[in-house]
């Protein structure tokens, strides 16, 4: 008789909170079953709690991998972008997260690679590393990049500038780019608030751009953040 | 309180005392280095309050807590046989073992008795032909027999054979059994690692777990033949007779348990089934003894004295 042939996981032998540290993360039931859980739950509570609504959903694509960018004002705005997605897409969504921020402590590691998916972002030491990893989860199929390429929630309430990463990522390629604009997330919660207040939260999500013909060099990559950001703006006014 | 839930209370507080002082002397004064046995303590300082806290609570935070760590040694054994690639299987086994802790839990139909006892014993009929069922769904043969296996194995052993401890939190004297279980089972454990120590020199199953001995084996079956008188508080209705298969039970199953998961482990070809705790490796590693223990002492108490 043949021998049988055992494949652990390639964490088996990790403790289980080390496994939430790995990225990219290897399916697991459990966990996938707790995004699904609470996705679900959250995506109801904003419905009720902040009455959640999605525009312009018709706009993402259907296939292929793709990347969504967003203005950043609150804690809400990650759940609220997964919310525009349907439930069985989430866990291959990934939102850009801070990894100075987001992975410090066991609530926050919890939250974020568990609830959000995070994909953890090194935004001072090496960003560099975290545009590869981006660019490498984009290579797989139906993979979908959440970006906020501010950087960071907003003080005020206005957008701030794009950080060129986002136009080193999709210059020369043909990934498909989603602005969408999230109404009301810095009103509901802005930052320094400890509970989000029960206002009006709307994800609107505008028409796929592609930059083809850019050079991934520091000039082109600003024009396309530049152009990811006006194009913000615009969804920002679409009629609803 | 309840007495015997005391009694052990104080022996376990005790013990941990002694062990503490006893490894900080050998660290401190003696400049020993305990840092194995430092870990395992640590461990054995998270383990004992779980146990006692879940205990104390009553039935259903018993039988949740032995549901927990049936359904996270099977998790275990599951990733490190590769069986958790289909989640399917993976998925009816999780299912079956909560099951396990459901039945354990509400009462029998028309009597009311705490616990569905015949439901128990029919469960395993029920999962086997779900698992079953899942290739013929997938219309699927080449290589189904491997998961099929893996998940048999995985609910009989790890969920159901496991999952009499929780029953037995139904019965009249649950502390009793309980905890003279989870206290001889290791005790059986360090019995049999101290005389093989000292006296072990002819390998017990080296192909299996090269560290066991004669001596250690023998050993530890003496200690768990003796250990039921000494905790005879613990189930003053037993008589002579059951305290002897008590000992029989522990002194054999509880090695059996062991080897068992350490067939298991070399077969695959790794050293622990996880790394939930420093020092005691995963869940089906702390648990690996209970296993065989479990369904026969509580058949052998259910058969001599009923549970109620």
Known sequence: MDEWRYQPTEDFDQAPIERLKNFPRHPDLFVYAARSLTNLVIRGLMRVWHRLEIVGRENLPAEGSFVMVANHGSHLDAPAMLAALPLGKIHRAFPAAASDYFFTNLSKLVFSAIVVNAMPFDRKENPRQSLALCRQLLDAPGHILILFPEGTRTLDGTLGKFKPGIGFLTAGTGTPVVPCYLDGAYRAWPKGKWIPRPRKLRVIVGEPMQFRDYAPEKEDALKIAEALREAVIRTSHAPI | ?308
């Not at chain 2, 299912?95 to 028309?110: E, F, K, M, N, Q």
């Not at chain 2, 039970?249 to 509880?254: A, C, K, L, R, T």
């Not at chain 2, 622990?272 to 089906?284: C, N, T, Y």
């Open chain 2, 1 to 308: 309180m309840n007495p015997v839930f005391r009694s052990y209370l104080v022996v376990l507080v005790g013990l941990l005392v002694v062990a503490g002082g006893l490894l900080a002397v050998l660290r401190f004064g003696f400049k020993k280095n305990v840092d194995h046995a430092w870990k395992a303590y640590r461990g054995w300082l998270i383990i004992i309050p779980l146990v006692f806290t879940a205990l104390w609570f009553g039935r259903l935070t018993t039988i949740i807590f032995f549901t927990l760590l049936a359904l996270g040694a099977f998790s275990e054994f599951a990733r490190a046989t590769g069986l958790y690639r289909d989640w399917w299987m993976t998925g009816i086994v999780l299912l079956g073992i909560a099951a396990v802790g459901v039945v354990s839990y509400v009462d029998t139909p028309v009597t009311g008795e705490p616990g569905w006892y015949g439901m128990l014993m029919a469960l395993p009929v029920y999962v086997v032909s779900a698992i079953l069922m899942i290739p013929i769904i997938r219309d699927r043969a080449k290589g189904q027999l491997q998961p099929i296996a893996l998940a048999l194995l995985g609910f009989i052993y790890m969920g159901w054979m496991f999952g009499h401890l929780a029953f037995l939190a139904n019965a009249r004297n649950a502390y009793g059994y309980l905890l003279y279980l989870l206290f001889a089972v290791p005790l059986c454990d360090i019995a049999a690692f101290t005389f093989g120590r000292i006296f072990g020199r002819r390998k017990f199953r080296p192909n299996i777990s090269p560290n066991k001995t004669w001596a250690g084996a023998l050993g530890a079956f003496a200690v768990s033949m003796a250990f039921p008188w000494l905790v005879r508080f613990s189930f003053p209705e037993l008589g002579t007779r059951e305290l002897l298969l008590a000992g029989v039970i522990v002194g054999v199953g509880s090695q059996l348990g062991d080897l068992s998961i350490s067939v298991i482990k070399r077969d695959i070809g790794i050293k622990d089934m996880g790394a939930l705790l420093e020092g005691h490796g995963g869940v089906l590693d702390r648990v690996d003894s209970l296993i065989y223990v479990a369904p026969l002492f509580f058949h052998m108490i259910r058969y001599f004295r009923g549970l109620g």
